[in-house]
């Protein structure tokens, strides 16, 4: 099938018609992964999560988002059982993310957006 | 903490379905034969130190490979550990606002995934707006 239906640049209209829904992007949105951080960045509702990606896998600009203004936003996730989380989180030390970052990123994110009733 | 934001606890129908043969080449995943039991999962989230994962039922149109009562019963298997994320038909719109209700009201489920890709459409597709309307 092809990816281009997947563009993260589609939440856009999601996101603003429906302000009030919380919007998680899965598979990080590579290619467009400069795409994913714009449309999560410019929307309160929109996050991404890393599914389908080992730690080692992450882009640049995935990383730099999650360390600065996006750390609120970016969400671990596996695919598991397409990668096993042993796996994914293998190369975590190498990300260098602070303590704050690394609990919001591991956790903090998605109990915020998934656990906690409004 | 961890928590796995995306994930599945796969059935049978699910890991051998044909839309993941290029995935099975790709990550060598050998195919198993009989179903995989909730503790199987659990291991491996032990073995990574994942405390809670949402794991996702997989419905598409004329496909069910991961119902949301199969994934109500992994998650009553280990309340704790696993959290129900639903799946709906998003091309049958009234339909699937009644099976996200069931999902909410009665699963017990903390969010829907929606595949709009799985149907070849992006996500701002007119048909999906019920949706999108009710899980809010």
Redesign the interface.
Known sequence: ???????PL?????AL??P??KI?G??IGYPWTEEAIAVATKHENVYI?T??YTVDRYPSELVSFMKGRGRTKV???????????????QSLDSLALDAEVS?MF??GN??RI??CDD | MIIDAWAQHPTLRHINDPIFDSLRRWTKIPTPTSEIPVSMTLGMMDSGGVDKSLISAWVGPGKVMISNDEVASFVAEAPDRLIGVGSVDISKPMKAVQEIRRCDNELGFKAIRVLPLALGSSANRPTFLPCFHCMC
């Open positions: 099938m092809p990816s281009e239906p997947g563009r589609y939440l856009d209209q999601v018609d429906f009030e829904l998680v899965g598979h999560d599914s389908a969400l671990f996730g596996t695919n598991y059982p397409m990668i096993m989380p042993q796996k994914a989180l609990e591991l956790s998605a109990k998934f656990l």
